[in-house]
Nanobody, 116 residues
Framework: VQLQASGGGLVQAGGSLRLSCSAS????????MGWYRRAPGKQRELVAT???????NYADFVKGRFTVSRDNTRSTVDLQMNSLKPEDTAVYYC???????????WGQGTLVTVSS
């Protein structure tokens, strides 16, 4: 089982980035997929998750700016990030898990840096 994330980079405040994560090695159709992040000096925190049926959950600090989506046929989850702020600077981690957390898989992380 492997999660491969891509799309991080350096962007100016107000700009956009799109993160993508591809899951392989199992059928993740019925798993919750999503993104978390860890900013320098802080703990990892939820950014957004999406269920198989498209139900989403967003952290308050990204509502209206970020959009999470998934393709169940390709086992991918994307995060469209708009209106980026310097405080969005963090390593972003892709995550796939069962609803009861009995399976919980992390990707390697991709760095997003937002300059002011």
């Amino acid at each position: 089982v492997q999660l491969q994330a891509s799309g991080g980079g350096l962007v100016q405040a107000g700009g956009s980035l799109r993160l993508s994560c591809s899951a392989s090695g199992s059928d993740f159709s019925f798993y919750i997929m999503g993104w978390y992040r860890r900013a320098p000096g802080k703990q990892r925190e939820l950014v957004a998750t999406i269920t198989t049926g498209g139900g989403t959950n967003y952290a308050d600090f990204v509502k209206g700016r970020f959009t999470v989506s998934r393709d169940n046929t390709r086992s991918t989850v994307d995060l469209q990030m708009n209106s980026l702020k310097p405080e969005d600077t963090a390593v972003y981690y892709c995550n796939v898990r069962k609803r009861d957390w009995s399976v919980n898989i992390w990707g390697q992380g991709t760095l997003v840096t937002v300059s002011s």
